[in-house]
Nanobody
């Protein structure tokens, strides 16, 4: 069972990045998929979640209108398109898989974590 994130990096304020999360070792389409982030000295927070079947998304208020989560069940991959980035978005971004529905997914109970990818927003 493995999740591998990619696509992080350094970007200027107002810029964009697209993160990817490749899954293997489990039935991807059966799992709610989420992006979390953790900034230095802060707790890990859920950024967005996408459900298994109908693709309903649950973005955090802090990223609504700027970040778009999506998934391709045929490719076992999840994405996070991040636009209009600000320095407050700087964090390590983790993808997570959980058998629970999106509203019930919390950091302390996630089934599978990726290793994380650093996103730094700075001029």
């Amino acid at each position: 069972v493995q999740l591998v994130e990619s696509g992080g990096g350094l970007v200027q304020p107002g810029g964009s990045l697209r993160l990817s999360c490749a899954a293997s070792g489990f039935t991807f389409s059966n799992y709610g998929m989420s992006w979390f982030r953790q900034a230095p000295g802060k707790e890990r927070e859920k950024v967005s979640c996408i459900s298994t079947s109908d693709g309903t998304t649950y973005p955090a208020d802090s990223v609504k209108g700027r970040f778009t989560i999506s998934r391709d069940n045929a490719k076992n991959t999840m994405y996070l398109q991040m636009d209009n980035l600000t320095p407050e978005d700087t964090a390590i971004y983790y993808c997570a898989a959980d058998i629970r529905p999106c509203p019930g997914i919390v950091a302390k109970a996630v089934d599978v974590w990726g290793q994380g990818t650093q996103v730094t927003v700075s001029a």
